[in-house]
């Protein structure tokens, strides 16, 4: 059996162009020998060369076939308007058919804090709060003001799971109903060299990493949250970033938008700042909605104005989305498209030696949230305030630092 299954992962490996790991074999023992196999046999290759071909692609946008997306001003809604929102997204609440969860599985590179990212304390009022903290406040805050406890889903990397979880309980889940606190972890993919070969890590496997906030969908279906959810009755689910100190988790204005409109999706933006602001926006792509990142979007577009003297493509996605259950159901059974990243990867090569790259050597794919809103005919849009809805923390220092984000939140909370 032994002698077959090496046989046939070495097969696998020659096929695919993964000589480097024949080789690196050659340096384990049995029992690393062995783990290494059983994890080879777990990796779609076919998925690994889609994914290196697609590196090769340029991102192109056929500008005829855009138009600016359509929104609600939360501003200019009508207080009689507004009431009607507020109080059919309330009966959603109130009837315990909603839950919020929270992408925590980024790596929170820019920040440079060790450790999960939610773990960061935020230095505002003296004593200073945990992002986690600052999250939880604003759950418990809707959960006295309706009456409830809103079941709280929590998506780690595999690699922060464990680091999440003791932080957690630890701090007493902050006064949360820990039988309300649900975590669960996202996907990883491998990553590749320029070359598409496979990296191989310190622990002797081959190196994975997160598949992005876009692999929640198909984590809370695989994880068995998705089920959860359905066992409590869940209807809408609010999906929100762990980093977003001024994030509204519980907006009954959106969640009544949504319902008015009878959309399975709705998302809060906000104006973007400048034509240079490093944001996705959204827009209608033959037809659907979609959020095209910073990166990908032309310049001429990015600068474009409308009628009102405002960016044509100005609603900014600020990771404040709300999807129905079976909206969530539908988009975890497909295959959302994968960006790459071109970092900087340390890897064993083929003689079990560690190689610290000076430069960025290989690739890691990520699927974005925002790529499912074109499975969708139509989103609902609320924009929203940045100075009451948007204070991320993403820098170590400059724009949208813990700097920022403290000047922000201690204004609001004046
Ligand atoms: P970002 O794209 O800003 O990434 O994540 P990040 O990991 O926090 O920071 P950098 O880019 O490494 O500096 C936006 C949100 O998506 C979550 C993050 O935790 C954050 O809430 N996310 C991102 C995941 O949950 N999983 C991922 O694989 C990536």
């Given at each position: 059996m032994g002698i077959e299954k090496t046989q046939e992962v070495i097969d696998l490996l020659e096929k695919n162009g993964q000589e480097h790991i024949i080789k690196f074999m050659q340096t384990l023992n049995d029992e690393e020998r062995e783990r290494l196999e059983d994890q080879i046999l777990t990796i779609d290759f076919h998925q690994i060369l889609e994914l290196y071909d697609n590196t090769k692609k340029k991102f192109e946008i056929k500008?005829?076939?855009?138009?600016?997306?359509?929104?609600?001003?939360?501003?200019?809604?009508?207080?009689?308007?507004?009431?009607?929102?507020?109080?059919?997204?309330?009966k959603i609440i109130t009837s315990q058919k909603y839950a919020v969860v929270t992408m925590a599985g980024g790596q929170g590179t820019r920040l440079e804090h060790t450790g999960p990212k939610g773990t960061f304390k935020l230095d505002v009022y003296g004593k200073g709060k945990y992002l986690f903290e600052i999250l939880i406040d604003n759950l418990k805050e809707a959960n006295k003001k309706y009456g409830v406890i809103i079941?709280?889903?929590?998506?780690?990397?595999?690699?922060?799971?464990?680091?999440?979880?003791?932080?957690?309980?630890?701090?007493?889940?902050?006064?949360?109903?820990k039988n309300h606190v649900i975590l669960f972890q996202q996907g990883e993919l491998p990553l590749i060299d320029k070359n598409g070969k496979l990296l191989i890590g310190k622990n002797k496997l081959i190196k994975l990493a997160s598949d992005g906030n876009g692999g929640t969908f198909t984590s809370l279906r695989t994880s068995g949250a998705l089920a959860d959810m359905k066992e409590r009755g869940i209807e809408w689910v609010f999906i929100g970033g762990v980093d977003n100190v001024l994030l509204k988790m519980a907006d009954t204005t959106l969640l009544g938008l949504a319902i008015e409109q009878n959309v399975q999706?709705?998302?809060?933006?906000?104006?973007k700042a400048n034509p240079q602001e490093k944001v996705g926006v959204f827009c209608k792509m033959n037809g659907h909605p979609k959020v095209i990142e910073y990166t990908e979007l032309p310049e001429k577009m990015a600068e474009e104005i409308d009628s009102?003297?405002?960016?044509?493509?100005?609603?900014?996605?600020?990771m404040c989305n709300l999807f129905t259950i079976e909206a969530i159901e539908k988009i975890s059974k497909e295959t959302l498209i994968y960006h790459q990243a071109l970092k900087k990867n340390s890897y064993l090569d083929e003689y079990g030696k560690e190689i610290n790259p000076q430069d960025a050597n290989s690739y890691k794919f990520e699927a974005f949230i925002f790529d499912a809103f074109p499975l969708f005919d139509d989103i609902a849009i609320l924009r929203g305030k940045r100075e009451f809805d948007f204070a991320p923390v993403k820098n170590k220092e400059g724009v949208d630092s813990p700097r920022t984000a403290k000047e922000l939140y201690e204004k609001f909370w004046n």
């Open positions: 500008e005829s076939k855009i138009e600016a997306i359509q929104y609600f001003d939360k501003e200019k809604i009508s207080s009689s308007k507004k009431s009607q929102l507020d109080s059919l997204g309330e079941p709280w889903y929590i998506m780690t990397s595999k690699e922060n799971y464990a680091e999440t979880k003791n932080f957690l309980e630890k701090h007493s889940f902050f006064g949360y109903d999706i709705a998302s809060k933006s906000i104006v009102n003297g405002e960016l044509k493509y100005g609603e900014s996605h600020i």
